[in-house]
């Protein structure tokens, strides 16, 4: 029988811990994967970071405080924001 663990995920815009998913132990990704979810936060789709233990936690916390996914969320959110630049210019 599989067996199941719950990853959280975090929102990497505002930090803040999003909606947790049911993995599969076997479904392996690399360390801080990311995923576009929904984030009720920032009320847009964000990428997430994946935190499969504590200690990744712990890690995407410090990375979110020393600023280092603002120039990835940017870049990410460019194309959406380019878009609405037009509509309103
Ligand atoms: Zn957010």
């Not at 233990?53 to 979110?64: L, P, R």
Request: aromatic share 12%; proline share 2%; net charge positive.
């Amino acid at each position: 029988m599989a067996r199941y663990s719950e990853h959280s995920f975090y929102c990497m815009r505002c930090g803040r811990k999003g909606i947790p998913i049911a993995r599969r132990d076997s479904h392996n990704h690399s360390k801080h994967h990311r995923k576009k979810l929904w984030c009720p936060y920032c009320g847009m789709e964000v990428n997430h970071i994946e935190c499969r233990n504590d200690s990744e936690v712990y890690e995407f916390k410090q990375a979110f405080e020393a600023g280092e996914y603002k120039e990835e969320v940017a870049q990410s959110l460019a194309f959406i924001q380019n878009e609405t630049n037009i509509l309103w210019s």
